[in-house]
């Protein structure tokens, strides 16, 4: 699969999932839970209508959607979330063969995306503190 | 003391319905995830839904990893346990449920690959 569809695709999954959770107020849980279910049955449906590859789509988006169940202290606006559903489409990219059919893989690509972030995060508001709002690197 | 169990009870609940789903019902591990987050939301209060959905997880995994009833039982009383015991670490950070999952399958493969 093209890798920018990838990443397009866990962009989006991430940013619906944080945008859900957040924006419109309703948890983390409902905002992955509909991120999930959603590319779950568009892109399993756009299988069987004959479109190849699209399954793996599914399994990027719902990574995304579990990394966009990030609390707001730790990502505090979309642009920040947009680079963490990047991080998370590469990682997938680059663990596909790795601990395949453990229940929990998806979710641990996540939670190392986000750990990534905000490794990032905290390494640039030392070195460049301007770089972000003074509430940005209060976490 | 009554929380913990309804942790259990959703745990093992989640595990295996999700299981379930994606095997026996053909569906696949996404939408087997996305049904039980769906009505975990709709059923239970937040906290308890967190809870299902990431016991969700574990139930995503493949017949290789988790092979029969037993295992889920195992799986899901392992996740139950590590949600009550972790419950403020990494909170906030998006994927602590599935890493808690993951941990949580490997270790009840172990014990199923001893036992079973």
Known sequence: MNTIIIILVAIIGGIVAYYISHDLGKGPVVGSTIVTLGSGLIFTGLEYLGVPG?????IVATTAGYAGMVSKKYVNNMTQMVVVSIISGVLYILSTNLFVGIGGRLGTIAAVSCFAFIGLKRLICYKIPSFFERDDCSF | MNKKV?????SVVS???TWFINHNLGLGSIIANGIVG????LTLPKDLAGVSYTASFVGMSSMVVVPSILATLIAGVLVGSIIILTPTIYAGVGGKGGTTAAVSTIISRLIYSIIG
């Not at chain 2, 769906?38 to 939301?41: N, V």
């Open chain 1, 54 to 58: 699209t399954v793996e789509l599914a």
């Open chain 2, 6 to 10: 309804a942790i259990m009870a959703c």
């Open chain 2, 15 to 17: 595990v295996y319905l």
């Open chain 2, 38 to 41: 769906l009505i975990a939301i």
